[in-house]
Structures are given as C-alpha cells and as structure tokens.
C-alpha cells in the first residue's frame, strides 16, 4: 500500500499523471469517430501537456521552497533535476512528433498553446491592471476546461479531416460540448479545495464566490447533466455505457472520497485519474459490446 501511494504521488509531483490523462482524452476522440489511434498526435498531448505543466511550475517557484507548507513544492523542487529531465524528454518526443502532422494542425496546436499560457501571463486588464485569465473573475474553470477541449477533441479531429477522413460534424459538436461539462466536472473539486489559497491570491473561483456547499451541489448537478445528455446523444450504446459507468464511478469517488475528506489535499487528483479511466472503460466497453458500437 505505501508503494502504492507513493507510485501515486510520484505521477502528480511529476506532471506525468496530467500527461497521462491528455493523451487519454486525445485518443478517446479516435474511439468515438472509429478512427484508428495517431500516436504521434496523442504523443503530442502528451508533450505538449508535460511542458506546460511543468513551465507553470517553474514560474510559480516560491524563493524558499523548502519552506513551502504544500508537500508537493518541497518535493518537486528537492528533485528538480527530474522536472528538468522529463521535460527534456517531452521536448524531444514533441520535436519528433510534430513532423508527423500537417502544418495547419500544428497551427492550430501553436493556437492552443499560446491560449492556454494566456492562463498565468497578465495580458487582460482588471481593476487597474494587467492579469492573466486565472485572475479575472469565474473564468479559471471554463479557460481550462477549454483549453482542454480544444487539445483533446478539435484538434485530433482536424487532424482526421486533413487526413481525409469523413467527420460528422453533428457528432463533432456533441463531443465537443460533453468533453467540456465533463471536464467543468473534473475540475472544479480543485477549486473547491483551493478556496482557502484561492482567497489568499484574491482570486475569484466559482467556490469562492457562491461558497464551497453550492460548488459541491453544481459539480453534482454537472455530472447528472452530463449523463443526460450523454443518453440523449446520437451515439452507439457501447460509447454511451463506457461514459455512464465512468459517470457513476466518479460520483462514488466524489461522494465517499474527494468531498468526504476536502482536506486531504491529494484526493482531488484522484479526477485526473478519471480522465484516464474514462478512456479506459470507454475503450473496454467498445470491445466488450461489438454489436453496439
């Protein structure tokens, strides 16, 4: 069980947990347009998620981190030699990766990328000053849930549609907007848990502003809507079972771990693990029930 848990912190000091889970959710939208996997486009998430991952640490590094209360910043920086090395390495696959793709992808990934540092740099004026997206009022949430989405479902799909392939843009949208509520689900038990830093930063968080009870509510509320729609959408029943089981299985983990035990301050990871999971069930599910897909 210990080298369990350490297995477990050792993915989310590292960023390769968060890694993991972009290549999950890049090659879950092959699985729903019945495409075969591009690995040099998954590898791209992947590297690509990894290196911003670990800028966004770097610039966050506080002058004495050893004196940081937060376990994870006396680790990362302790051993930052590994921080280095896998960025490194992700530099490397990225490198290689991106020439396996068309050029107006890698366009669109330069689009992406420069949306998503748009999160910590203060390029927006508020009150008076310059401020990334982070600090503007509610926004946090929904500017990682699409930057996410756009990584994970658009860009693979253009991807599929410069290729050649046929992308039915119905399914296209209904994708493109379960992929975002789902991850509004995933992301917002972070939130919930950072209230008490968030205040501290002044930064205004959906938990921050109608308090920590109703976030908990909206999340639960998000994850029935989210299996609603999914039950409505036109999609082959083994896709929908894969997204429902992975569904009840996080209200479980919401219900009996994450907001059972809010101050734990690693269970809140445990939803980067579903980003996983759901690949995961989705990809059994299809292979389970051949005549449903």
Partial sequence: MNLLRQGYYFLIYTNLLIAGAAMAQCALTYIFFQADFDYAMIGIEGAATLLLYNFSLLLSRPKYP?????????????????????????????????????LYSLLLLAGIGLFSVAYSFPLFPYRGKLVGLRQLPAVKIFHIALVWTLSSV??????????????????????????????????????IRDIEQDSYYHLKTIPNMIGAERAITLCYVLLALHSSCVLLAAFPWALK?????????????????????????HNAYLLDFALVMQFLVVLLSVNLFPALR
Wanted: net charge positive.
């Fill in 66 to 102: 050893q004196q940081s209360k937060y376990r994870r910043t006396r680790w990362v920086f302790k051993n930052e030699w590994i921080l280095w090395l896998n960025s490194g390495l992700a530099a490397l696959l990225l490198a290689f990766a991106i020439f396996q793709i068309h």
């Fill in 154 to 191: 658009l860009l693979p799909a253009f991807e599929l549609y410069l290729d050649g392939s046929a992308i039915d843009t119905h399914r296209l949208l209904a994708l493109f907007s379960l992929k975002f509520i789902f991850l509004l689900i995933c992301t917002l038990p972070f939130d």
């Fill in 241 to 265: 079972i894969g997204i429902l089981s992975t569904n009840l299985l996080i209200a479980i983990v919401l219900r009996t771990v994450v907001f059972r035990h809010a101050k734990r301050y």
